[in-house]
């Protein structure tokens, strides 16, 4: 081994020697919760690594034994606290007095977080009202047996905003409480798996204001009472000076404050990559640090005064800053590196990572399953490894060509600009790139998006943050001893970030802001990071044959993401009917033998966005291709609710009504018209549909029309509803909108009954309750009946016998599906005959 070698090894060694406790506690932590193992085996498996290391500790021979098994006993301990944190819950936790249902509650604690008002904004269809959200520390709940004490945290969404509780004040609460669901679609966001994650498995609904009842004046410990005052200072201070946005974006950028009147920003910063500026992290800690150590340094104080300075100052800020995973991660770097100058000793980036991984994994291992936290530490290390090949790769031929320049003295500002300034640029820039490369993967395993822009906003955003941060910064320091001087550097923080919101609100309507891809697997995502750390280097190094090989793997990995873009073909033999779980209203998707997707019906009143939540991720998570066209039944909103969507995404080119949608006083009202001039806006082409026709959907599936027929005076909102019967390969889907009785007893009359027999059958107006629903449902002779709706048909409360008894039956005689039961419910048919899937036979 040369000497070369040696120096090599040695540098890696002496760089990140924890590295290795830091990869052992990562694995430790994925074995506890992935492996089916107890926690008593991981117990063995630590003590017996801790005994032979301790054992083989002084003896120089067995280096290797010590060393393997001192990181086996951190693996095992690793996996112990995933199992702990994870699997077990203690006896009084707030988790173990709920059900599978909610229930009504009285709970006592004390207020977590800072509330925030929750606005939900739906443009068609029922408009819930603003609540006021926060989290509780539970300490007692009431039971049959009186006040019993508990613990944990629970999520408390108040409907009526009138209060909002400051943090560490005590209250009871009044209301129902549950634990969150898991998903009632494929691809739909898994609450009970994020909540699981973050330790917040409770949820709790108070009703109305009165349903919060504060239990003390004061709120918390007299520090938490100070902590609160000075938080709610220095937040005033920051925002008073701007507008709305922009004031509460410098209270984001400098306090990690996310108001709710900044949720469409952080949206279009998402979708634009750089809802990392909104995250205080390294960057935004560099630069407070790095200005007060180069303001100390000015001021012509040694090093390790400017750090102990720096130091304190941290302190400082992390009690008044919101502490999330980033800022953590950044505080305990800075504070390896200022130990380091204090010290007097070399310091390594990769080392107080390495630490700072284990210490918030050690408190928390769950959050190593988060996206945040991945995305924050796999950007740092890619930009400690790569970012100096990226330099080379970008601008290695102009570094050369630099530095056979030679300046005299009279040209210094030329020197500083082709030198200083040209190096901040070229860090920033290299930086910029290795981060979007290191993140770009993760983010499209998580979040499923692909941003072309954000290298170049992000390289117009950053000076602007700095611009905002460093005034704001001093904002916070000069806000108790010179106030006028901090409220004028507020204003001067609230220009810079006046022009980011400006420049976020134009990026919105660039063409092709994010892309959104279909799912991506975690082998995708290791390769992508393979190919990264590989060829990266590979491309700065002398030959050609290296170069080709490096940008024949870079085609290869291109050409392999493609293909897993490429949308899910059809059977070639049958249809694939998707209802999916929408809560009261309907959303059912067809895909035809031929690949082909249509939308039937996709709506809800149930208070969210339908299209975002449901229809989205879920033609996402099945790699369907957009839809061809869109059948729309009728004009109550819980049938189209998620058009508006679709439509401004450009996905509906041909939509298919009925005659009355949008005639006032026929079926029609103001919403069904504003739709109507919303699809014709974006060029969707309308197709009206009556009793007759018959709808091509290829060569094997058509739509025929049974109902309503042209100019027919009288008929109610519902009646107006489309029935269509589907055929692939000689079976049949009746589906019929809300019909109600006028247009049941209108179909059961002779010459038009027969048109009604059909394999498959959707209860009209989600299983509601009319005169003629059995005898319609007679006349259809299903084998497999499917409503969607958010709870099981039942008919009305005041219902005799008969009645309950013909519900009864429908899951007695029938094969019988309900999206309030089942979730998504996915029925296959034609020639291949009749399978049906469900969500509930997925868990």
Avoid at 181 to 198: C, E, H, M, T
Avoid at 201 to 214: D, I, K, W
């Amino acid at each position: 081994m040369t000497n070369d070698s040696v120096n090599v090894s040695r540098s890696i060694v002496i760089r990140g020697p924890m590295l290795a406790v830091a990869g052992a506690f990562v694995g430790g932590i994925l074995a506890g919760r992935f492996a089916p193992l107890p926690v008593g085996f991981w117990w063995v498996l630590a003590l017996a690594g801790l005994v032979t290391g301790v054992v083989s500790l002084f003896r120089k021979h067995l280096i290797l034994l010590t060393t393997a098994a001192l990181l086996l006993a951190v693996f095992s301990l690793g996996a112990v606290r995933m199992r702990l944190a994870y699997f077990s819950t203690p006896s009084d936790a707030i988790v173990t007095f709920t059900g599978p249902s909610q229930i009504l509650a009285r709970v006592r604690g004390r207020v977590a977080s800072y509330p925030w008002i929750l606005h939900k904004a739906v443009e068609f269809g029922y408009q819930p009202t603003p609540a006021v959200r926060f989290l509780l520390e539970a300490q007692s709940i009431l039971t049959r047996q009186g006040w019993r004490k508990t613990s944990g945290l629970v999520r408390v969404t108040v409907d009526e905003p009138y209060q909002t509780p400051q943090p560490g004040l005590a209250v009871e609460l009044i209301g129902k409480m549950g634990r969150y669901r898991p998903p009632r679609n494929p691809g739909q966001f898994d609450a009970a798996a994020a909540a699981q994650l973050s330790g917040t498995m409770v949820h709790f609904r108070v009703p109305c204001a009165q349903g919060l009842v504060p239990l003390d004046a004061k709120p918390g410990r007299w520090w938490q009472a100070l902590q609160q005052r000075w938080r709610a200072l220095l937040y005033q201070r920051l925002t008073d000076p701007g507008d709305t946005q922009s004031g509460r974006l410098v209270a984001a950028l400098v306090l990690g404050e996310r108001h709710p009147a900044l949720a469409q920003l952080n949206r279009t910063m998402k979708r634009a990559g750089l809802a990392h500026f909104m995250s205080i992290s390294g960057m935004h800690l560099g630069v407070l640090l790095g200005f007060i150590y180069l303001l100390c340094r000015v001021m012509c104080i040694s090093p390790k005064k400017a750090a102990i300075i720096v130091l304190i100052a941290l302190a400082a800020y992390l009690v008044v800053a919101q502490s999330r995973p980033p800022l953590l991660r950044s505080a305990v770097m800075a504070t390896a590196v200022s130990a380091a100058v204090i010290s007097g000793r070399k310091h390594s980036s990769l080392n107080a990572l390495a630490v700072a991984a284990v210490g918030l994994l050690a408190f928390d291992p769950r959050g190593l399953l988060s996206p945040g936290f991945q995305l924050s530490f796999t950007i740092v290390v890619g930009i400690i490894l790569l970012h100096k090949s990226m330099e080379r790769l970008l601008f290695g031929s102009w570094l050369n060509r630099r530095g056979l320049m030679v300046f005299r003295d009279a040209n210094r500002v030329r020197h500083w600009l082709r030198f200083s300034a040209a190096n901040w640029g070229i860090a920033a820039v290299s930086m910029c790139v290795t981060a979007y490369l290191a993140a770009a993967p993760l983010v499209a395993y998580h979040f499923g998006l692909f941003s072309p822009y954000a290298i170049v906003l992000g390289l117009v955003v950053f000076p602007l943050v700095v611009a905002t941060l460093v005034p704001g910064y001093l904002a916070l320091a000069l806000a108790w001893p010179m106030p006028n001087l901090s409220a004028a550097l507020a204003s001067l923080a609230d220009g810079p970030a006046l022009l980011i919101t400006k420049l976020i609100d134009a990026a919105g309507t660039l063409p092709v802001l994010a892309v959104q891809l279909r799912p991506v697997s975690l082998g995708w995502v290791l390769l992508c990071y393979g190919t990264i750390v590989s060829v990266l280097p590979a491309l700065n190094k002398a030959g050609r044959a290296r170069r080709i090989i490096a940008g024949l793997a870079v085609v290869a990995l291109i050409a392999l993401s493609v293909w897993t873009q490429l949308p899910a073909g059809g059977s070639g033999d049958s249809a694939r009917l998707h209802m999916l779980a929408v809560g009261a209203g309907q959303c059912v998707v067809l895909q035809t033998p031929a690949g082909q997707t249509y939308i039937l019906d996709a709506g809800t009143r149930s208070g969210f966005d339908v299209y975002r939540q449901a229809l989205e991720p879920f033609m996402r998570a099945m790699k369907l291709p957009d839809p061809a066209a869109a059948f729309v039944s009728h004009a109550n909103t819980d049938h189209y609710s998620a058009l508006p969507g679709m439509t401004r995404a450009g996905l509906l080119q041909r939509v298919y009504l009925c005659d009355y949608f949008d005639q006032p006083g026929r079926g029609g009202n103001e919403a069904s018209i504003r739709m109507v001039k919303l699809l014709k806006r974006h060029g969707a082409k309308l197709v009206r549909l009556r009793a007759g026709d018959t709808t091509s959907l290829g060569p094997d599936t058509r739509v025929e029309t049974l109902w309503p027929p042209a100019g027919r005076a009288g008929l109610s909102e519902n009646d107006t509803s489309l029935v269509l019967r589907i055929i692939c390969q000689g079976q049949s889907v009746l589906l019929t909108g809300d019909l109600a009785e006028e247009g049941q007893a209108e179909l059961l009359k002779p010459g038009k009954r027969e048109q009604l027999r059909s394999d498959i059958l959707v209860l009209p107006h989600h299983g509601a309750w009319t005169p003629t629903l059995p005898e319609f449902v007679a006349a259809v002779k299903p084998g497999i009946i499917l409503v969607s709706s958010n709870h099981q048909p039942q008919g009305p409360t005041t219902a005799g016998p008969k009645v309950r008894e013909f519900y009864k039956n429908l899951s007695q005689r029938y094969r019988f599906y309900s999206t309030a039961r089942d979730g998504w419910v996915a029925l296959t048919f034609g020639k291949t005959g009749l399978d049906v899937q469900t969500m509930r036979q997925r868990r």
